[in-house]
Every structure is written in C-alpha cells, then in structure tokens.
C-alpha cells in the first residue's frame, strides 16, 4: 500500500531554513509526479509545490517562489522541500502528496513546522 512519511519539521526563527523530507514507498516513485501541500490553523490545504516525475519541472505558489526549493531522489524514493528565508505565514502542517493515475490522492501524516521569533 502507498506510504508516505514526512520528517523534518520543527520550530524555526524568521528568516531561518528548514529542510522536509518525504520518504515513498508502495508504488513506482520515479513514474509519478510529488507535491507538497501545507495547512495553516483555521485555513484550507494549500499547494506549495510541484515537481515532475523527473525532476525537470518544477512550480511554487507565487509566496514561497524564491524561498523554497523542491527536488527529489528517485533512487532514494523521497522528496525534499528545502525553506529558507521562512515567514511566520509559513507556520503549518506539511503534507507530502501522491496522486495515482486515477487521480486517488494519497496523503502523509504531516509535518509541523513553526515560524516564530
């Protein structure tokens, strides 16, 4: 069965960096495209990130375009969300998702991560 298990969140000061991973496994990573999600208290799922089944193409919602950065590991059958320069609007739970080619979307447990001075 599809897993996907996120690490990598904590607390961080303004301007600070973190790295997220999300480590795949029951389906065939190299073939599907990754995204990141996040949730803010008290507000819907965001999309934060894009990458393709590759590597090559990547997207960011126009707030974290510049800051973070994703990239994957098909060898490794994980993706990573490299944060810098964090906000305090960055405070949420990451999510790592899968969607299969029927459009079923898979979820992890999330991550917390917190911007605070």
């Known amino acids: 069965q599809v897993q996907l298990v996120e690490s990598g969140g904590g607390l961080v000061q303004p301007g600070g960096s973190l790295r997220l991973s999300c480590a795949a496994s029951?389906?065939?990573?190299?073939?599907?495209?990754m995204r990141w999600f996040r949730q803010a208290p008290g507000k819907g799922r965001e999309l934060v990130a894009f990458i393709s089944s590759d590597g090559a193409t990547t997207d960011y919602t126009d707030s974290v375009q510049g800051r973070f950065t994703i990239s994957r590991d098909n060898a490794k059958n994980t993706v990573y969300l490299q944060m810098n320069k964090m906000k305090p609007e960055d405070t949420a739970v990451y999510y790592c998702n899968h969607r299969n080619g029927d459009n079923v979307n898979y979820w992890g447990q999330g991550t917390q991560v917190t911007v605070v001075s």
């Open positions: 029951g389906f065939p990573f190299r073939l599907y495209a």
